[in-house]
């Protein structure tokens, strides 16, 4: 489909407004398309991860601990709540990344009870790496949208994450 052209979505919008003309499906379309593209950008995006031996939870970790600058040490707790995911699911991730060598975790030598995780050299080149590739990718997909478009999408997206958040 082309941008503007009738989608699968406007399909369903028509079904609707036939069946129930009394209701506001605006909304309907505008989530409809979200999810399709969340869907669709999944698999844009996956492969860059693949080839490096990744996947994208997996980056998602890499980048955090990347983004926290030296030592490039975190704790899990913190990990988890940056990436909004529950502490099981972090452990995982960790024991996966840490299998690799991407990853190290040592005990806190002020607290016992905690421990720290830290970027190995393997992983710090690791993350370099696709997140220079990840970054040309989603570029890449972003190319249709002028610079005004990306900013007032981008704008858009956010007032609705954080008022959908809000309600929650």
Known sequence: MDAGGF????VMLEQWRSERPDLDLSGVGILGRVAQLSAVLAGAVEPVF???GLR???FDVLTALRRSGPPYVLIPSALSETLMMSRAGMTSRL???EAA???RRS????DRRSFHVALTEAGHEVVDAVI???ATNVAGLVSCLDPGQRQSLD???RTLLDHVAKRQ
């Open 101 to 103: 060598g991407l990853v």
């Open 132 to 134: 220079a590739e990840h």
């Open 50 to 52: 693949a080839r490096h």
């Open 7 to 10: 989608d699968a979505v406007d």
């Open 56 to 58: 994208s939870g997996e």
């Open 155 to 157: 704008q858009a997206l």
């Open 95 to 97: 024991d996966r990344l």
């Open 107 to 110: 005990l806190d030598p002020d």
